[in-house]
């Protein structure tokens, strides 16, 4: 669910971005979510939904959801972190 230039991309390869990173970035992704929104509503909000296990749109709620799926993904399998 965030969009990223190729170049980043492959920089970042295999690692999860921070918490501090996502939290600094917390605006941008935001109006990311905001923009795939408008631009295909019922899939975001399906696909939005299935991460924050609720059927009604809530950005600020999905957006915890998402910082925490990345902290227990990055412990239960030893990801490494990255920040650029």
């Not at 109006?31 to 296990?53: D, K």
Request: charged share 25%; hydrophobic share 40%.
């Amino acid at each position: 669910m965030l969009p990223a230039a190729p170049r980043v991309n492959r920089e970042k390869s295999d690692r999860l971005p921070t918490s501090n990173l996502l939290k600094r970035r917390k605006d941008t992704i935001l109006s990311y979510w905001e923009a795939m929104h408008q631009a295909n509503p019922v899939r975001f909000v399906t696909e939005a939904g299935r991460l924050a296990g609720t059927r009604q749109l809530d950005l600020a709620k999905t957006f915890h959801v998402m910082l925490e799926s990345v902290e227990v993904t990055a412990l239960q399998r030893g990801c490494l972190r990255w920040e650029p």
